[in-house]
């Protein structure tokens, strides 16, 4: 539940957020309050049922009157930013109303903001017309990658300054996940733009299982290699379980220019496994070639098979990518880096 704030000279800040409960997000219990430099207070708009799909769907009347008494609470006790998270319905709401009333406190924040690439597709078009005038009144979207912060203001036709680069956290835990004894085969995750068809096509000139976790349906009508096997939609404890005994993930992806796969480029990386990824706009910011991991180019067939090749016949390399790798996340990509960097990004 939301309550007041003590007047402070640190900035004072709602989060508002859609979920089934009114639990604080995963990270709250990682951040070192009494360091940061903010005073941030959880709002949850509790839905059972989860988000609407749209306008004309049960409970999307609750979200809109629920964003609106946020607003006019923030705004009441003298709140200096409103985060919303990616661009749900609280996000689209809130910037909605902030741009139709021409306000612009609490100063909104969108954390983590993503949205599809723009396609000739007229509801695509329409779609981002939509967007340009209600994001008008954002004050910063916080991207995941370098790439997505030129891409939305092009997009948007909006001040590039009003786009940040902040580099993505994960979980603490992986790091505490006990070293399992190294097994031999690589494995694949994934569900939103993965590029199973390049690796499906690599796999075919290795010798070693390659493990792929993915969503049903996606590989529906493939060739499917005697050395690939299939696993659909597990449990994440599952999924780290299996990435804590492979010999190195691998992260086929799609060309595009939004963040995606760093969900389990992340997991891996903090689990000192070695990664082979497409260099795409979610991992280029965050592997560097040959020492936190591998990168090929997109759709590159040899190029992924040869990387593929030189992680499993050389333990020393594996040991010495899944090391930096695992550093890296130590030094850059907790909770308390990413809060630290959105203040510095927005105040």
Partial sequence: MTRALPR???????????????DRPWWWSDLDWNALECALVHHPIVLERGRPAGPLSPGFLAICLACWRALRLARREGYNYIYTVECDWTTIIIASLQTLLLQRNPRHVILQFIMREKTPAL???????????????????????RAETSYYA??????????????LHTDSKYLTVAGRPEEPFLLAAGRTFRDYPTLLAAARGLDVEIVIVAGRGSLEGRDIPSNVRLMY????PELIDVMSRCMAVVLPLEDRRISIGQSVLFQAMALGKPVVSTRVAGTEDYVEHGRTGLLVPPGDVEA??????????DPRLRRSLGAAAREQVKRQHLPDHYARDVLRAVV
Avoid at 127 to 141: D, E, I, L, N
Avoid at 154 to 167: K, M, N
Avoid at 233 to 236: A, N, S
Avoid at 304 to 313: D, Y
């Fill in 154 to 167: 092009e997009a948007f036709g909006l001040p590039p300054d009003r786009f940040a680069f902040v580099t």
């Fill in 123 to 145: 509801i695509s078009r329409l779609k981002y017309a939509f967007m340009r005038w209600c994001f008008a009144s954002v004050h910063v979207f916080t991207c995941s990658s």
């Fill in 304 to 313: 992924l098979r040869e990387a593929l090749r030189q992680v499993i016949a």
């Fill in 233 to 236: 939609e597990i449990p994440l």
């Fill in 8 to 22: 402070t000279n640190r900035p004072r800040s709602l989060l508002l957020e859609i979920k089934r409960n009114a």
